[in-house]
């Protein structure tokens, strides 16, 4: 257990639908981050939140819209996906995002499906 | 930009036996980290080692180690007495040194098969 929790772990949606991916982490940490994982493809990064403020958005479309209500959480509310955003969607949390040891820890992911 | 590559996609392994897994990146810092993510088939992806760009000295944990040439920019990871749970995807990751946010930037991926 990496104390990076998220849910659901499987989610199937049609393209009309509005759903949201939940992300906690239980490691103290202060920053949290979104990758998408498609096959034969690099891990991308989509969204970084630092206490709460977010850092980074890698131009990522606006039918994906993060939120992190505090650091111990965070959110990736989904609406009018299209059918090439099914990907497993992973979470991850490090202590700081500026400096040396910035170990990420990574959650078990969200497998989506957009149908 | 900084771009990591993965040449091997799949790799094979008999238990007990070694195997290395190449990466290759192209940067023009000379400060930076390395990182062999390994994502077994739960899909929860862990850190296997790391390497400081300024530390000649290549890391090792337990069974696995790096082969780290810098000049080379290449970054391989050793896995000896290869055992069943290692089979996983294993991932090749660089982080610049400093910088605000933390960017991991990954390569493909390799998937090693263990086999008994």
């Known amino acids: 257990e990496t104390g990076v929790t998220q849910t659901p772990r499987h989610l199937v949606m049609g393209m009309t639908n509005k759903k949201s991916l939940k992300c906690e982490q239980h490691?103290?940490?202060?920053?949290m981050y979104w990758y998408k994982q498609s096959a034969k493809k690099p891990l991308e990064l989509m969204f970084v939140?630092?206490?709460?403020?977010?850092?980074e958005n890698n131009s990522v479309p606006s039918r994906f819209s993060p939120e992190c209500p505090n650091s111990s959480h965070l959110f990736l509310h989904l609406h009018t996906l299209q059918p090439e955003d099914s990907a497993l969607y992973l979470c991850?949390?490090?202590?700081?995002?500026?400096?040396?040891?910035?170990?990420?820890?990574f959650g078990p992911g969200t497998r989506l499906t957009v149908l | 930009a900084q771009t990591v590559t993965q040449s091997q996609p799949e790799m094979s392994v008999q238990e007990a036996e070694t195997v290395t897994l190449s990466c290759t990146y192209d940067?023009?810092?000379?400060?930076?980290?390395l990182f062999w993510y390994k994502q077994p088939p739960s899909r929860q992806m862990i850190l296997v080692i790391r390497?400081?760009?300024?530390?000649?000295q290549n890391a090792t944990e337990n069974r696995f180690s790096v082969n780290f040439q810098k000049a080379a920019k290449s970054f391989s990871l050793k896995i000896s007495d290869s055992q069943l749970g290692d089979a996983a995807m294993y991932f090749c990751?660089?982080?610049?040194?400093?910088?605000?946010?933390?960017?991991?930037?990954f390569g493909t991926g390799t998937l090693l098969a263990v086999q008994p």
């Open positions: 991850a949390s490090s202590q700081y995002l500026e400096g040396g040891n910035n170990e990420q820890f």
């Open positions: 490691l103290g940490h202060n920053a």
């Open positions: 939140y630092n206490f709460k403020e977010q850092t």
């Open positions: 940067t023009s810092e000379s400060d930076y980290y």
């Open positions: 390497q400081e760009a300024y530390k000649q």
């Open positions: 990751a660089y982080r610049s040194f400093g910088g605000a946010t933390n960017k991991l930037i």
